[in-house]
């Protein structure tokens, strides 16, 4: 069975400051991984997933991950945290060859990522 | 365009009673999925429908929880005897067919007392 493990669930960082959130999955097949965001009060939002090709991702807001096979790991990066960066942030996983039935996606716990000023 | 929206966005209800949560999907997406958000923990998949049928709900955790998408399109998740143990954020989410990629709904938050 598939399964996610985000280390931390509480990260703090200053502004500016380099942006590190960990994420490692356990999956029999070579997964698609993804990386959602929650702000207080709103629903998911996709930062980047990766799915096939280029290791190296990049999403939006500056964020990028990398897809590890060696390390089943897919961490999250940004180089400079801004402000508006604080919220929680999920890792999940599908398999794409679940049956050709669904995608339905397996979560992490989340991290809640703190910036200071 | 319209994202997916959820109605009510708040539910407090009584333990024992019914409760219905709406999802109106992204129009046109085909599969739309309904997941459960505890305090504390990441989103756990209850059921995927593509089309009008129910393709997978293994995450259902009792026979107390049903869903239906009649036309296709809006779906409705049914909780029937409420517990206490069911408060949580019920997230809806859709996509279209052959798209790996999930559109979220802000959820609903439901309270039993």
């Known amino acids: 069975a598939q399964s996610v493990t985000q280390l931390g669930s509480h990260v703090s960082v200053s502004e500016g400051a380099l942006v590190l959130l960990r994420c490692n999955y356990s999956s029999s097949v070579p997964p698609y991984l993804f990386w959602y965001v929650q702000y207080p009060n709103q629903g998911l939002q996709l930062l980047l997933k990766?799915?096939?090709?280029?290791?190296l991702v990049k999403g939006i807001n500056g964020f990028e991950a990398e897809f590890k096979k060696s390390e089943t790991s897919f961490h999250l990066t940004k180089p400079s945290a801004h402000m508006s960066d604080a919220a929680e942030y999920f890792c999940?996983?599908?398999?794409?060859?679940?049956?050709?039935?669904?995608?339905?996606?397996?979560f992490g716990t989340g991290t809640l990522l703190a910036v200071q000023p | 365009g319209a994202g997916v929206s959820q109605t009510p966005s708040n539910k407090v209800t009584e333990k024992g009673k019914y409760v219905e949560l709406r999802c109106d999907p992204i129009s046109g997406h085909t599969a739309l999925y309904w997941y459960r958000q505890s305090l504390g923990q990441g989103p756990e998949f209850l059921i995927y429908?593509?089309?009008?049928?129910?393709?997978?709900d293994s995450g259902l955790p009792n026979d107390r929880f049903f869903a239906v998408r009649p036309e296709g399109s809006v779906s409705t998740l049914k909780i029937q005897r409420t517990e206490r143990g069911d408060s949580a954020v019920y997230l809806c989410?859709?996509?279209?067919?052959?798209?790996?990629?999930?559109?979220f709904g802000p959820g609903t938050r439901l309270t039993v007392l």
């Open positions: 999940a996983v599908s398999d794409p060859n679940y049956g050709g039935a669904t995608n339905k996606l397996i």
């Open positions: 990766y799915t096939t090709g280029a290791t």
């Open positions: 429908f593509q089309g009008t049928g129910a393709a997978d």
């Open positions: 989410a859709s996509s279209p067919v052959g798209v790996d990629t999930q559109y």
